[in-house]
């Protein structure tokens, strides 16, 4: 191959690649725009560590914990998006020690059905550092 050739190959692969970057952070932004907008963001974090009020674990879980734990669950979807939505039971809390609210309150109000779906997949997606 000469030289010309695999100048071009390489820049195509690295004009796709940026492509893909801008693609990937223009849907973060649009799905923090989302979660800022439906009120999300006051209990919840994207990364672990963060604290909330007063120096405690956030009020819920931080997103890529979430991610972690249902990463393979082919049922996570539905059934995160119904808890957005429906709100969960205190009583089955099973985020104890890396979040201190006992429950997530119904969010129907606040963010529509296909909007929550598409924001507990985009969660469903995030890798840890």
Do not use: F
Request: glycine share 8%; net charge positive.
């Amino acid at each position: 191959m000469n030289n010309t050739l695999q100048t071009s190959l390489a820049l195509l692969v690295l004009a796709l690649a940026t492509t893909a970057a801008q693609a990937d952070q223009a849907k973060d932004d649009a799905m923090l725009a989302l979660a800022t907008k439906s009120g999300c963001m006051t209990c919840h974090h994207v990364d672990p560590g963060a604290k909330g009020p007063d120096g405690l674990a956030p009020i819920g879980p931080a997103w890529k914990d979430v991610s972690a734990k249902y990463k393979g669950d082919k049922k996570a979807l539905d059934a995160l998006t119904q808890t957005v939505l429906k709100g969960s039971n205190p009583y089955e809390s099973h985020w104890k020690g890396k979040a201190s609210g006992l429950a997530m309150p119904p969010n129907a109000v606040a963010i529509k059905e296909a909007d929550a779906r598409n924001l507990v997949k985009w969660i469903l997606g995030l890798q840890s550092s």
